[in-house]
């Protein structure tokens, strides 16, 4: 029982019994290490806009079972009130929802690191969302708990939110994907709880294993969008702007880490074939994203240049990676 803050009015930490507390970043969440007499420990801050308190409940409630059928990620800590999260008003009146992780060991992958960014590491990474679909498959949600949303409930799907209005042309692509997705078949062996976010920021590797965290988006979708979204991440954060390179990138990249699915779940070339339609996806819940985040007077190249490229890809049909995904 090791929670003691004070907030200011925008969410962000004022004094904490003493303890040394550094804040971390966040895009959708803010996010803090704190060092407390029993080690190091991560401190979550969602907005109540962002996520209800039902949400993150089903969120840790998932968590949980994914730990306890074996699979390293960073648990929930309880606080001191003796629940998983405390949920407490800022001083502008704003609502946030606290959660504790434990802290994940071990370091960040980087792609310069050739010691650990190679082919078998990247299978090892496959076998790590093969088991996760494996046991979202026996998951059941807990009688009386709360569920996450399913994937057409997103509220990045909707566009016309955060998509300026004179935009129009680019949310009409926007929808053209979510209706194409909509037609898919849904199965047990195809559809279920996924991360959806499992790119090489949200995990940490130590001694060869991986702790993965950072489960905020978290939902019911199809299996094949975890894997299209590990993709799109590797490759815009390493190798985007360089076509043929990101290609054979992502190539090599694609097996390796269905080599290592394969040893704990089963997809099949069929499936594969749908991963453009999920890369698209992505380019327009990110493009969603980046206007509901960005300061539009002050953007900096890197930020108007994913804009662009997305934008670009939305108006005229085209995915960021573009290779015989059906041979994977």
Request: negative net charge; contains cysteine; charged residues 25%.
């Amino acid at each position: 029982m090791w929670w003691g803050w004070a907030w200011g009015s925008n969410g962000r930490r004022k004094g904490v019994r003493g303890w040394p507390v550094t804040f971390v970043g966040g895009f959708e969440n803010l996010v803090y290490k704190l060092r407390d007499e029993h080690g190091e420990r991560i401190l979550r801050l969602t907005h109540q806009s962002d996520r209800t308190r039902e949400l993150v409940e089903a969120e840790l409630d998932w968590i949980e079972d994914l730990a306890n059928r074996g699979i390293c990620v960073a648990r929930p800590l309880v606080g001191r009130s003796g629940q998983l999260i405390e949920s407490l008003h800022a001083q502008n009146g704003d609502l946030y929802h606290a959660t504790a992780f434990t802290f994940a060991p071990g370091i960040r992958v980087e792609a310069s690191d050739p010691e650990l960014w190679n082919p078998t590491f990247f299978e090892r990474w496959g076998e790590v969302l093969g088991r996760m679909h494996a046991a979202s498959v026996e998951f059941k949600v807990p009688q009386g708990r709360p569920r996450r949303y399913a994937w057409n409930e997103d509220p990045m799907l909707n566009f016309e939110a955060y998509i300026p209005a004179g935009e129009g042309d680019v949310i009409e692509g926007c929808r053209g994907i979510v209706e194409a997705i909509s037609g898919l078949s849904r199965s047990a062996e195809t559809f279920g709880l996924i991360h959806a976010d499992l790119h090489q920021g949200n995990f940490f590797v130590d001694q060869g294993g991986m702790t993965i965290f950072d489960f905020d988006d978290c939902l019911y979708h199809w299996f094949v969008c975890d894997l299209a979204t590990v993709l799109y991440s590797v490759c815009w954060w390493n190798v985007e702007g360089d076509g043929p390179r990101q290609n054979a990138f992502a190539e090599t990249f694609g097996k390796a880490l269905l080599r290592g699915y394969r040893r704990h779940w089963e997809i099949s070339p069929e499936w594969l074939e749908h991963i453009p339609l999920f890369l698209s996806l992505r380019d327009a819940t990110i493009y969603a994203a980046l206007h509901k985040r960005l300061d539009f007077t002050q953007l900096k190249a890197p930020q108007k240049r994913a804009l662009d490229e997305r934008r670009a890809r939305l108006l005229g049909g085209g995915t960021p990676i573009s290779i015989d995904f059906a041979r994977l």
